[in-house]
């Protein structure tokens, strides 16, 4: 069972606003920033979001927030290469461990 | 360009051990940290761990703890990973990601898909 909640799946048509939410509790996600990663089609992760930081090189259509123990990842203007599985990870010290959520597989229909 | 490259599949019998390597370029070790990710077959991603300051004296997590080891070789920039009694359930693709100062997980590895098998 993962330390942190996520959607099992979400989708969306091209162009339209898709919003992925992580929920933890106060020793991860209340303490810490929320990292995203997408993996497409079972391949090597990749960072789209760190705290409301954008990675060189990832779309300023992928955007993200937190509020108390609830991380979000929004992608506005989905596209056909969005679709891929989004994990949410943050630190959680009193496990001495970075936790992950379970995934959402994102789709654009 | 920083990258990580990591070593071959590897295929072993249960009970026996496997070292996995991650080669970094583009950065010298000294100046960041790798952690380790495995995803088993169809499943999400498990924190492992890593050589990480901000968890020492902890360096593997709670479910690998004594089954596992972490060593960095600074001149080669390259960490490895031990993982020994090797189960039919550790098969799965095994990640290396750096950690920058910040705690980021901003750079992964290709994987390398380890297969336990009789």
């Known amino acids: 069972q993962s330390a942190l909640t996520q959607e099992a799946s979400v989708s969306g048509t091209v162009g339209q606003k898709v919003t992925l939410s992580c929920t933890g509790n106060n020793n991860n996600i209340g303490s810490n920033p929320v990292g995203w990663y997408q993996q497409i089609s079972h391949g090597a992760p990749k960072t789209v979001m760190f705290a409301d930081s954008l990675p060189s090189g990832i779309p300023d259509r992928f955007s993200g927030s937190k509020s108390g123990t609830t991380a979000s990842l929004t992608i506005s203007g989905l596209q056909p290469e969005d679709e891929a599985d989004y994990y949410c990870g943050t630190w959680d010290y009193t496990l001495s461990a970075y936790v992950f959520g379970s995934g959402t597989k994102v789709t654009v229909l | 360009q920083v990258q990580l490259v990591q070593s071959g599949g590897e295929v072993k019998r249960p009970g026996s051990s496997v070292k996995l390597s991650c080669k970094a370029s583009?950065?010298?070790?000294?100046?960041?940290?790798v952690g380790w990710v495995r995803q088993a077959p169809g499943q999400g991603l498990e924190w492992m761990g890593g050589l990480i300051p901000i968890l020492e004296p902890v360096t593997s997590a709670q479910k690998f703890q004594g089954r596992v080891t972490f060593t960095a070789d600074v001149a080669t920039s390259t960490a490895y990973l031990v993982v020994s009694s090797l189960r039919s359930d550790d098969t799965g693709v095994y990640y290396c990601?750096?950690?920058?100062?910040?705690?980021?997980?901003?750079?992964w590895g290709q994987g390398t898909v380890v297969t336990v098998s009789a």
């Open positions: 990601v750096r950690v920058d100062p910040a705690g980021a997980l901003d750079i």
């Open positions: 583009g950065v010298t070790y000294s100046t960041h940290v």
